[in-house]
C-alpha cells in the first residue's frame, strides 16, 4: 500500500487528474449500470410472469365459461384454442389428477417436457438440463373433470435479451471510462497549460534574468490566470526593488569613493610631507576632518533610511497638534540662519490634530527647511503655509532659488539624486533628505509632492488626515 501510495505521490498532476477523474467516473458508471441493469433485470422478469398469469387466467375463464359438460373429451377438444393462445417457447399443457397428459400445445418445447413439481402450485422458476424455466400451475375442476393447467415459457430470449443487455451496457460503459480517461488528460493538459507556461517562465527566469513574464490571454479570467497575473506583478515589484537595490550600491559606491579617495590623499600627503610641515599638516587634518564628518552623516542617513523602510519602524499613536511643533522651528531656524526670514502663514483656526509622533514630524520639517535654506541662493525668505485642504492638514514649505526642472521632479524623492550634484556637494547634501522625508510621511499614509519652476521657486507640501477623520 506505501508502494501505491509513494507511486502515485511521483505522478505529474495531469495523470492525477486523469487517474482520479477516470476513477470516479468508473466508479459512478459501476453503481448506475449495476442499478440499471437490475431494474431492467427485474422489470422484464416481471413481465414473462404477469404474461404466463394473464394466459393461465384466459385459459381458466375460457373452461369455466362453456354452459355445458366439460369432460376429459371437451378438454381434448381444445386444443385449437390452446394454439391459439400459444407464443414461441411455450408450452401449455392439460393433465388429470394422476399426472396424466390430456392435451398440450407447443411451440419449439418438447410436449412431453419434464419438469419438478411446482411447490408453491402455482408460479415458479426451475432449471431443466441447464435451461431456464418459467411454470405456471394451476388445478381446473370442472363438473366433468378434475386436473392441472401447466403454462411452461422457456427464457432463453429473454436470457439473451439480457445477455445483449449487459453487453452493451458494459461496452459502452467501458468504452465511455476510456473516453474519460482521454478526455481527462485532455482537460488536464489544458487546465495545467498556464502552470506549465508559469513554470517554465520560472526556468526562464532563472538562466535569463528578472525581465522574463508568463504569457497571458486577454479574456481570461480563471484562477489560474490571476496566479499567473499575480506572479507577473510580483517579479514587476522584484525587478524594481532590485534595479533599486542596484542603483542604490552604485549611488552609494559613488558618495562614499569621494571622500575616501580626499582621504587617501590628504594621508599620503602627510605621509610624504605633512610630518615636518605644519601647515600642510593643519590642511590636511582639517580636510580630513571634514570628509569623515560628510562620511559619518552619509553613513547616518543611509542607517535612518533603513530603519524607515524596515518593519522596526515605530509608528507613533499620539495625536500631535502640528502648529506648535512648525511654530517652534521657524524660531530655531531663524536663530540658526538669521540672514534668512522665515514667515509662518497660518489657514487654520482652532486646533488640530494629525496622528504622528514629535520627533518624526520635526525631522520631517527640519529636512525639509534644510532644504528650502540651502537652496534659496541670493533671495533669503522661505514661506510656511499650513491650511486645511479637503479635509486633510496641509504644510507647505516654498523657498525661492534654483527651482527645479520640470523632468526632475519626479524624481527628487529618489536616494542620492540631485538636481545639481556640483552645487549639492559643496552644500553639503547626500541627497538622502528628501527620500528619508517621503518614507516617513508613507509610514503615516501622508501625501507628499513637489512643485517648482525653475529659475524662481520650489514648493514642497505634506497632507495628512486629522484626528476626526482617523477616529
Not at 97 to 123: D, F, M, Y
Not at 263 to 284: I, M, T
Not at 354 to 359: E, G, K, L
Request: net charge negative; glycine share 6%; with cysteine.
Amino acid at each position: 500500500m506505501t508502494k501505491i501510495r509513494n507511486f502515485f505521490s511521483q505522478l505529474p498532476i495531469r495523470w492525477k487528474i486523469t487517474i482520479w477523474s477516470s476513477l470516479v467516473l468508473f466508479i459512478l458508471f459501476v453503481t448506475y449500470n449495476s442499478i440499471q441493469y437490475y431494474v431492467m433485470r427485474t422489470w422484464m422478469i416481471e413481465q414473462e410472469e404477469q404474461n404466463i398469469q394473464e394466459k393461465m387466467k384466459e385459459i381458466q375463464a375460457y373452461l369455466a365459461d362453456k354452459p355445458f359438460l366439460v369432460d376429459r373429451n371437451e378438454i381434448i377438444y381444445s386444443s385449437d384454442f390452446l394454439k391459439n393462445i400459444n407464443e414461441a417457447n411455450e408450452l401449455i399443457r392439460i393433465i388429470d389428477q394422476e399426472g396424466n397428459l390430456i392435451v398440450a400445445v407447443a411451440t419449439n418445447l418438447p410436449k412431453e417436457l419434464l419438469v419438478t413439481p411446482v411447490e408453491s402450485g402455482n408460479l415458479e422458476h426451475v432449471d431443466v438440463n441447464g435451461k431456464h424455466y418459467l411454470i405456471n400451475r394451476r388445478p381446473v375442476i370442472t363438473n366433468g373433470f378434475i386436473g392441472y393447467i401447466e403454462v411452461i415459457r422457456d427464457l432463453k430470449n429473454y436470457e439473451r435479451l439480457q445477455g445483449l443487455i449487459f453487453l452493451v451496457t458494459w461496452s459502452a460503459g467501458a468504452g465511455a471510462i476510456l473516453l474519460s480517461g482521454v478526455g481527462g488528460m485532455l482537460i488536464a493538459r489544458k487546465l495545467l497549460a498556464p502552470i506549465a507556461a508559469l513554470t517554465d517562465t520560472m526556468k526562464r527566469i532563472k538562466k535569463r534574468g528578472f525581465k522574463e513574464r508568463v504569457p497571458l490571454e486577454k479574456n481570461q479570467q480563471d484562477e489560474i490566470s490571476q496566479i499567473s497575473n499575480m506572479f507577473n506583478e510580483m517579479m514587476n515589484d522584484v525587478e524594481t526593488s532590485f534595479q533599486k537595490q542596484k542603483q542604490f550600491v552604485e549611488d552609494a559606491s559613488h558618495e562614499l569613493r569621494t571622500p575616501i579617495s580626499i582621504l587617501e590623499g590628504h594621508l599620503a600627503l602627510l605621509n610624504r610631507w605633512g610630518k615636518n610641515d605644519p601647515e600642510v599638516l593643519e590642511e590636511s587634518l582639517k580636510a580630513s576632518q571634514q570628509e569623515v564628518e560628510r562620511l559619518k552623516m552619509l553613513v547616518f542617513e543611509l542607517l535612518e533610511l533603513t530603519r524607515l523602510e524596515s518593519d522596526r519602524f515605530e509608528i507613533g499613536d499620539d495625536y500631535t497638534n502640528p502648529i506648535p511643533v512648525i511654530e517652534e522651528l521657524i524660531k530655531k531656524f531663524t536663530l540658526l540662519h538669521p540672514e534668512f526670514t522665515l514667515t509662518l502663514h497660518k489657514e487654520i483656526k482652532g486646533d488640530i490634530s494629525i496622528q504622528m509622533a514629535d520627533r518624526h514630524l520635526e525631522q520631517l520639517l527640519i529636512i525639509l527647511l534644510d532644504n528650502a535654506v540651502k537652496y534659496s541662493m541670493d533671495s533669503k525668505g522661505i514661506d510656511v503655509k499650513v491650511e486645511k485642504v479637503d479635509g486633510k492638514f496641509s504644510c507647505s514649505i516654498m523657498d525661492y532659488g534654483m527651482g527645479i526642472p520640470k523632468e526632475d521632479l519626479e524624481k527628487i524623492f529618489n536616494r542620492f539624486y540631485r538636481v545639481d550634484k556640483a552645487r549639492s556637494r559643496e552644500q553639503g547634501g547626500q541627497g538622502l533628505g528628501l527620500s528619508i522625508a517621503k518614507r516617513i510621511v508613507h509610514n503615516y499614509n501622508g501625501l507628499i509632492k513637489a512643485e517648482s519652476e525653475e529659475g524662481k521657486w520650489t514648493s514642497i507640501q505634506v497632507l495628512f488626515d486629522t484626528e476626526k477623520e482617523n477616529k
